[in-house]
């Protein structure tokens, strides 16, 4: 075989590994447009959060500024959506006091939801002897003689989402649940069990995506 045929057939080879690069990055365009119409069709919402109650056990400020807090609360999650599931890959739940985070966090086990569906968790989230900055230690010690405390209960996490068999990648969670705890009123709560008082709050949550 002459240097001439080896040549052609080398150049027949790159123009075929040529096109078939080409067509394999056409198929996958045309399946990253299908996707993207789909997910643009479809709207997906993000889950709706309400913070149904929360169980006070203990909660009390000694010195120096230290803050020993224990309770239960009931959330609940629904998906709004009517073709997409959301995967909940990490999800942590803790409260706040102005800005502060006063508890430890407590994970919440991964799961899936499917469409329309509704989940309900009941983590403990608490914190045994948590320093607090000087200027919030007076102010809960305020609040708790007012009789209202306004507490933020937290979700930090991943969820993903299913349309059909194409599942995204991850998004950050940020769930916000107002709760106003009337300390020393017992006739807003429901007694559950010694030194343990139930506040019904059915608040609805601030979700960011």
Known sequence: ?????????????????????????????????????????????????????ATIYAFNVSSPNLLTSNFQVTLSSRNPNDNIGIYYDKLDVYATYRNQQITLRTSIPTSYQGHKEIDVWSPFVYGNAVPVSPYNSIALGQDQAIGTVLLLIKIDGRVRFKVGSFITGKYHLNVRCPAYIQFGSRTCGINVCENAIKYQLVTRCSVNL
Do not use: Y
């Open 1 to 53: 075989m002459s240097s001439k045929d080896c040549g052609s057939h080398g150049h027949r080879r790159r123009k075929l590994f040529r096109r078939i690069f080409a067509g394999i990055l056409i198929f996958l365009l045309i399946v990253l447009i299908i996707i993207l119409l789909v997910w643009a069709i479809l709207r997906p919402s993000k889950p709706k959060f309400i913070l149904q109650d």
